[in-house]
């Protein structure tokens, strides 16, 4: 089974509205990544976030990390129309061997 | 920087036919992933691999997949014989080590009727 879950599913928001997307995991990671797929670019790498890490800031976007609760969240702020497109979280395990992708958020941003 | 290739990027087959696909990654990178991406899911490991050795296969269908890499830069993934559940599409991705982002190539889609 896949490691990573994220939540919502879906979310549709007003362009300038903040977006914030939630990861859950279960075993003990090294980092965690987000990542975004739309159909123009394929995916792309957005930020990683070590576990030593609490908060990390890129841009845009702002991820957190709580390794006692196992669980990630990625917030978007004044989001755009061009923002559209699914996004995931994946976690590389402490001792590297194993990548894990979630489902997904599927998130629409409407002009 | 040249990101990373994939070819081909479609490719339609019967069941039970072989089908091969083709990876080249970002010069330098020592890891290089597989994934198999089905339609509204996220993209599923299908096998990594550190240089020219495999770290992580345990999600291969190993009775029909295989994969190399070898000299530990391009990698080819094959299935053979492809079933109708194959039909997804196939990602390559590499890294400069296991830690560090992923570069994801363009896809291969396949179907498989």
């Known amino acids: 089974s896949q490691q990573g879950e994220e939540d919502p599913q879906a979310l549709s928001i007003q362009e300038g509205e903040n977006a914030t997307m939630n990861c859950s995991y279960k075993t003990s990671i090294n980092n965690l990544q987000w990542y975004r797929q739309n159909s123009g670019r394929g995916l792309v790498h957005l930020i990683l976030?070590?576990?030593?890490?609490r908060e990390k800031h890129s841009g845009r976007l702002r991820v957190t990390l709580d390794t006692s609760k196992k669980s990630s969240s990625l917030l978007i702020t004044a989001s755009r129309a061009a923002d559209t497109a699914s996004y995931f979280c994946?976690?590389?395990?402490?001792?590297?061997?194993?990548?894990?992708f979630g489902s997904g958020t599927k998130l629409n941003v409407k002009p | 920087e040249a990101g990373v290739a994939q070819s081909p990027r479609y490719k339609i087959i019967e069941k039970r036919q072989s089908v091969a696909f083709w990876c080249n990654p970002i010069?330098?990178?020592?890891?290089l992933y597989w994934y198999q991406q089905i339609l509204g899911q996220g993209p599923k490991l299908l096998i990594q691999f550190q240089n020219n050795g495999v770290v992580d296969d345990s999600q291969l269908p190993k009775d029909r997949f295989s994969a190399e890499r070898l000299k530990g830069v391009d990698s080819t993934l094959k299935i053979q014989p492809a079933k109708l559940e194959d039909s997804a599409v196939y990602l390559c991705?590499?890294?400069?080590?296991?830690?560090?982002?992923?570069?994801f190539g363009p896809g291969t889609r396949l179907t498989v009727t």
């Open positions: 976030i070590r576990s030593n890490e």
């Open positions: 994946a976690t590389v395990s402490y001792n590297f061997n194993k990548f894990y």
């Open positions: 010069s330098g990178h020592a890891t």
């Open positions: 991705a590499s890294s400069l080590n296991r830690v560090y982002e992923q570069y």
